[in-house]
């Protein structure tokens, strides 16, 4: 980020109304909590208060939207970096309710590395079927929309689509697995229908929960 020497910079530009410069900084975060991870544990409290309005806000325009966009892929680096220092069960459903993503498509393996992440986990927070309906839907929705599905490489790809495979396997399992499936809307359930089949060289019969049983 041109002109950005520090993180009390960056904290100072989120916020400031200046959406541009607040996308970018959030996205810097992003990055440095990544980098050093140790180092920033004590502004976990600080980002996310700062953060978390941002997602909330209902506001139209490219730049706005931007800035959430960078919020959810910021807070993915940040609990995968320190899952211990955020509240999970509170930040999650807020990025869950900023998807579908709307502009920024160059951290999209962020975001299904980060659902991979707690899926492994079995955080709590992650698990619940309202959640897990929500997941298959974001990933769902990224196969169905061509300019963020080509932003997916193979190996996040491979692995989003296990995870998938698995939380049905789960879902069904636990009784709950018909719910979740009907739960997706429709355009992004068939792109995963038809991702999952692909899967399994596309070896017949429907990738919905019954398949996965």
């Known amino acids: ?6 993180k009390e910079r960056a904290q ?9 410069l607040e996308w970018s900084s959030i996205w810097c975060i992003g990055v440095l909590c990544s980098v050093a991870p140790r180092d920033l544990r004590a502004d976990y409290p600080k980002f ?24 959810v892929f910021t807070l993915a680096r940040m609990i995968r970096s320190n899952p211990d220092n955020v509240a999970i069960d509170e930040v999650l459903p807020a990025m869950l309710a900023a998807l579908p993503l709307k502009h920024d498509n160059s951290e999209i ?11 492994k986990r079995r955080h709590e927070a992650f698990i619940t079927p309202q959640v897990l309906a929500q997941v298959l839907g974001a990933v769902g929705h990224i196969l169905a929309t061509d300019w963020m599905s080509e932003s997916l490489e193979d190996p ?22 018909q719910m979740i499936w009907n ?8 792109a995963l229908e038809k991702a999952l089949d692909g899967v399994h060289g596309g070896a017949g019969g429907s990738a919905g929960p019954q398949q996965a049983a």
């Not at 100072?12 to 541009?20: A, P, V």
């Not at 393996?109 to 899926?119: A, E, P, S």
């Not at 689509?161 to 709950?176: D, F, P």
């Open 156 to 177: 996040a790809r491979d692995a989003v689509l296990v995870m998938c495979r698995e939380i049905l396997q789960h879902a069904q399992a636990s009784g709950n697995g």
């Open 12 to 20: 100072k530009m989120i916020g400031s109304g200046e959406r541009r």
């Open 183 to 190: 739960a997706i809307p429709a355009p992004d359930r068939e």
């Open 1 to 6: 980020l041109e002109g950005l020497q520090d």
């Open 48 to 71: 996310l208060s700062l953060f978390l309005p941002s997602l909330r806000r209902k506001e139209a325009g490219r730049d706005s939207e931007m800035v959430q966009d960078n919020a």
């Open 109 to 119: 393996g962020t975001l299904t590395d980060f659902f991979v992440y707690l899926w």
